[in-house]
Structure formats: structure tokens, C-alpha cells
């Protein structure tokens, strides 16, 4: 399993950045995957899901109505569009597969190595 995350930067609040994790060694599309990030000398957290086939997502409420996750299934990617940047969502962002199809009865179990989005005027 190989998980590359990129298109992370130094962007102004209020700004927008799309992040994107390219896929490989394992069957993308029946897998859900999730974007987390970690801020420094925080733990790990949750940002976003979704599932296998892209009907379902959820967010943290952190992010909820400025950040969206999507996959496009036959580029093996998964996406994250984030807008209103903050300097609170600076952070290095990872995107993780899932153990099945769903997220909300698995657990991610593979990880890329991380994007970093720094959010500063």
C-alpha cells in the first residue's frame, strides 16, 4: 500500500488549498479512506471519511462547511478541498485508508506520509 499525499503549502486565512493522495498497491475503489492531520504537539485527529464509493462523507466540526472530501475511483485520488483556511487548521495533513468499505465500521489501518499546510499572513 502506497499512499502520497500532495498539494500542500503555505497559504494566507481566508485562502484555499486542494490536497490530494494518490493511491496504489491495493484495490482503491473498495476502500474507504479518510484525510487527518496533526498539528504540532497535538495528536493526531480525524478531518474527514468517505466511503468506498463516495456517497457518504462525514467531517469534524472544525471543518464542517469549508473542507470537502472526495475520490475519483478510476484516478486511484482522493481529495480534499479546503477553503477559509484558518491558521487553527495548520497542520501536517494525512490521508489513510480504511479496513473495508465503510468508515463508520472500520478503522484506518494504512497511512501516507503527510502534507504540510501552513495557514499564515
Known amino acids: 500500500v502506497q499512499l502520497q499525499a500532495s498539494g500542500g503549502g503555505l497559504v494566507q486565512p481566508g485562502g484555499s488549498l486542494r490536497l490530494s493522495c494518490a493511491a496504489s498497491?491495493?484495490?482503491?475503489?473498495?476502500?474507504?479512506m479518510g484525510w487527518y492531520r496533526q498539528a504540532p504537539g497535538k495528536e493526531r485527529d480525524l478531518v474527514a471519511t468517505i466511503n468506498y464509493d463516495g456517497d457518504t462523507t462525514t467531517y469534524s466540526d472544525s471543518v464542517k462547511g469549508r473542507f470537502t472530501i472526495s475520490r475519483d475511483n478510476a484516478k486511484n485520488t482522493l481529495y480534499l478541498q479546503m477553503s477559509d483556511l484558518e491558521p487553527e487548521d495548520t497542520a501536517k495533513y494525512f490521508c489513510?485508508?480504511?479496513?473495508?468499505?465503510?468508515?463508520?465500521?472500520?478503522?484506518?489501518?494504512?497511512w501516507g506520509q503527510g502534507t504540510l499546510v501552513t495557514v499564515s499572513s
Open positions: 489513510a485508508k480504511y479496513e473495508g468499505a465503510y468508515f463508520y465500521t472500520t478503522s484506518p489501518i494504512d
Open positions: 498497491g491495493f484495490t482503491f475503489d473498495i476502500y474507504a
